[in-house]
C-alpha cells in the first residue's frame, strides 16, 4: 500500500514539473486601435444610409405634424362645445363628434408609434449590416498590421498614432461594403395557437 501512495506521488511531482513545459506562453500584445465613430460617420454607405434615415425621421416628422394640426382644432372646437354645456351632460350628437375625435387622435398615435418602431428597426437593420462587415475587416487589418488585439480608440486612456489603424478599417470598408439596405425587412407575425 505504501508502494502504491509512493508511485502515486511520484508520478504526481513528475506531471507537476512537467507541466510548465508543455504551457505555451502568451504573446506579447501587438495592439491597433480603430475610431469606429469616425468609420462609421465617413464611410460611403453609412453616410447614404445615415440621409436615408434622416429623411425618414423627416417624413415622420412631417406626417406628425399634419396629424396634429387638425386635431387640434377639432379638440378646441369640442373643448368649447363642451364648455357652453355648463356641465350638463353632452346630446348623443356632440357624445359621437367626441367619440370619432378620440378614434383619430388613438389612430393617428398608432400610425406614429408603427412609423417611429419602423424607423428603429431600419437603423438597427443598418448597423447589422456594417457590423456584419466589419467583424472580417478588423481581422484582416489585424493581421496586414500584424496586431493580435484591436481596441477601440474611445476605450483607452491614451494611444500612438503609430497605433491607430482607422484609415486602414475605413478603407476596407468602403471597398467591401458599397451599399447598405435602408429599410429592414419585415417582421414575422406572431402565430397564434
Known sequence: MKMKLLQAATAAALVGIAAPAFAQSVPPAAVAVVDLTKVTAQCTACKSAN???TSQVNALQTRQKALAAPLEAEAKTLQAAVATLAG????????????????????????ITRQEQQIQRNQAYIQQQVGAKL???????????????MVEVNSTLATSASLDVTNDVLAALNAGLTSVQTIAPAQAAPQGR
Open 51 to 53: 440621409a436615408a434615415l
Open 88 to 111: 350638463k351632460a353632452p346630446d348623443a350628437a356632440l357624445q359621437a363628434r367626441i367619440q370619432a375625435f378620440q378614434a383619430k387622435q388613438q389612430a393617428g398615435s398608432q400610425e
Open 135 to 149: 467583424g472580417p475587416i478588423y481581422t484582416q487589418v489585424m493581421q496586414r498590421r500584424g496586431a493580435n488585439l
